[in-house]
């Protein structure tokens, strides 16, 4: 069936119990099977091989792939498959459902390997026993589970987030499962189009093809052509992320967060890149490495080390401004545990479907207790130091949440890096530094893609406790999977071997350094990104301000414009160009409705969206495992 969803004046004037009885009675599907057996077991062997292929991409990028709408696909084509051949009964939408949201958790759960593990290996010397690092990263796993479903009343009831990535995964098994009516025929035919023509563009940008090879960009031939290689205050574009090669796939992202957060990236991306990093390189404090001609040479990681104060400094302000500026959702989400039964049976309409709020008024400090005897007995991390992270993780778990809720994107590095300037202050101890940071980052990461995973079940009317016990049997598949690979094949008994031509490790660098930089002293930070992040969040509370006060009219997000500092001008443009071209200039432009364009790009931008996304995650991972073989 077509998915409902509630228009901006309804999202914006109704109360949370007019929005929770609106979908309890025109979304939710009831006892439909959902967490099965088989969907069990299935996401749990597709998860565990997808965050294999996560933990070698993310060991030569620092980045993970979300991998919802890639499980989505392969699920509902096996079970198809099955059905016909008469071994299986026809996979439910919502079982299908359950199924991502097992399999995004367990392709999740490299991060720490890529990042704060890898980090502290390199720091200490010392290869951390594989039965420790099993344990640790299950336990924050699960402490970011109970930390999310709290948060899910307002990101998703409430304000009606869009989770990019999640409501891409809904609308593929909208498309999947819709196919009996026209309408579904359609969205499944553009998706499978879109989808294919996404793969194949990943296919030919790859060079693998021995007929197209594609060696360098466009701008690069130009560039050759003419001996022309342009800059900004003496520093190559090419040098400051700045290309003409946006990621097809990033502009569908684009395309289903909206034109408010597509501006706000590009706007961040020209001050960043264009003003403030070429200024920055000249005056010092952003440091190159030499090249093979002897000269510096600069890049995302290095402009980075500099940019991500201001950014975080201003999404900080901002995510926690746009919290507290609606403190009547916190207090409703909690209040069933201390009203009187009565009024909490009266009030919640969803309160059979939800998690007991008990369970994280538990669970929460048990687990979190548990992290900090771990941290202790692992780590060595002073109890009293340990402690502090958890409430952190709360902080850091709204920012994290507001920023994948309109982008897709969680920057758990760069709010790892916040923890790490707190304890800097706190403890001298490096390793302290890194371990308290993985709490929060590690955390805050886990719960920020659980609210990606809930979404597509809160768009499909799926039960919120099945897709938390689902997550839960993703990370112990993600982890059994990926550690033991990650020990006999990368690290090999060798912590220093972790970095090499083949696998740079770049987000365990960039721990490692600001690690080193922050426990001998903030003194060492540079005075420029010390007054970049004043300013960062001063702007970050002005502008969330703004767009209180106008009651959300206010055209820029600074959540946007922050994590812009954080991520490549080139992602944030793909991102621009989606959001303009499919989302604002398709609708200003197509009027005709019985037109073929019309009915592609406006009444359908989403399963076209989402089928480019499919298409090139699923391409980038076949990609990715034949560099493996």
């Not at 060079?207 to 060696?215: C, E, F, S, T, Y």
């Not at 401004?321 to 009030?347: C, K, M, Y």
């Not at 767009?547 to 959300?552: E, P």
């Not at 992602?571 to 364009?597: D, I, P, Q």
Request: overall charge neutral.
């Amino acid at each position: 069936m077509a998915i409902q969803y509630l228009s901006e004046q309804q999202i914006r004037d109704w109360t949370i119990e007019q929005k929770d009885r609106w979908w309890l009675d025109n979304i939710f599907r009831g006892d439909m099977p959902q967490l099965t057996v088989r969907s069990g077991l299935f996401g749990m062997l597709i998860g565990g091989f997808l965050s294999l292929t996560n933990l070698y991409v993310g060991m030569k990028t620092g980045w993970t792939l979300g991998v919802g709408i890639t499980s989505v696909v392969l699920a509902f084509a096996t079970f198809k498959i099955l059905h016909k051949l008469g071994l299986a009964t026809e996979f439910t939408i919502l079982e299908n459902n359950c199924m991502q949201s097992i399999a995004t958790a367990a392709g999740y759960m490299t991060a720490p390997l890529i990042a704060s593990l890898a980090a502290y290996m390199m720091i200490t010397g010392v290869v951390v026993p594989m039965m420790t690092t099993l344990i640790w990263m299950i336990a924050i796993a699960v402490l970011g589970v109970l930390f999310a479903f709290p948060l899910k009343r307002r990101f998703i009831n409430d304000e009606q987030q869009p989770f990019p990535e999640g409501k891409a995964a809904g609308v593929v098994m909208d498309a999947l499962h819709s196919s009996d009516a026209e309408s579904g025929m359609f969205k499944a035919l553009l998706l499978t189009v879109s989808g294919v023509g996404a793969a194949l563009l990943e296919l030919i940008k790859s060079g693998m093809l021995p007929m197209i090879r594609i060696k360098a960009g466009l701008e690069e031939y130009l560039y050759q052509l003419l001996n022309w290689y342009p800059s900004l205050m003496g520093t190559k574009l090419q040098q400051l992320t700045v290309s003409l090669e946006p990621d097809h796939v990033m502009m569908a992202a684009g395309g289903l967060m909206g034109i408010r957060t597509g501006v706000s990236l590009l706007l961040g991306a020209v001050v960043n890149y264009c003003v403030l990093a070429p200024l920055i390189i000249r005056h010092g404090d952003i440091f190159g490495t030499v090249g093979r001609d002897g000269d510096l040479v600069f890049g995302f990681r290095s402009i980075t080390t500099w940019a991500l104060w201001a950014g975080v400094a201003m999404m900080t302000t901002a995510s926690l401004v746009a919290f507290f500026s609606r403190p009547a959702t916190l207090v409703q989400a909690f209040a069933g545990l201390f009203g009187s039964r009565r009024s909490a049976e009266d009030d919640d309409c969803l309160r059979h479907i939800e998690l007991p709020m008990a369970v994280f008024f538990i669970g929460i400090p048990l687990v979190g207790s548990v992290v900090v005897l771990l941290a202790w007995r692992f780590f060595d991390v002073s109890p009293w130091l340990g402690a502090l992270a958890v409430p952190l993780v709360f902080v850091f778990t709204i920012i994290a949440a507001h920023s994948t809720a309109l982008t897709a994107i969680t920057p758990t590095g760069a709010l790892g890096k916040l923890t790490q300037v707190t304890y800097a202050a706190l403890s001298p101890s490096i390793t302290t530094n890194i371990v308290t940071a993985s709490i929060t980052g590690e955390v805050a990461g886990n719960a920020s893609n659980l609210l990606m995973d809930i979404k597509p079940g809160y768009m499909l009317g799926g039960k919120p406790r099945h897709q938390a016990i689902g997550h839960i049997l993703g990370i112990l598949a993600g982890a059994i999977a990926c550690v033991p690979v990650f020990y006999l094949a990368f690290l090999k008994n060798n912590p220093d071997g972790l970095i090499n031509d083949k696998f740079p490790m770049p987000s365990a660098i960039v721990w490692k350094a600001v690690a080193e930089i922050l426990t001998r002293g903030l003194s060492e930070l540079p005075t420029t990104a010390m007054m970049a992040a004043g300013v960062g969040a001063a702007l970050g509370v002005l502008f969330e301000y703004t767009k209180v006060w106008t009651k959300g009219r206010f055209p820029l997000s600074a959540v946007g414009i922050g994590l812009a500092f954080v991520i490549p001008f080139t992602t944030c443009l793909a991102m621009f160009l989606g959001s303009f071209f499919f989302f604002w200039l398709a609708g200003k432009v197509l009027r005709r409705k019985e037109s073929l364009l019309y009915r592609i790009l406006v009444e359908n931008l989403e399963p076209v969206c989402a089928g480019v996304i499919a298409g090139g995650a699923l391409m980038g991972i076949a990609l990715a495992v034949l560099s493996v073989l």
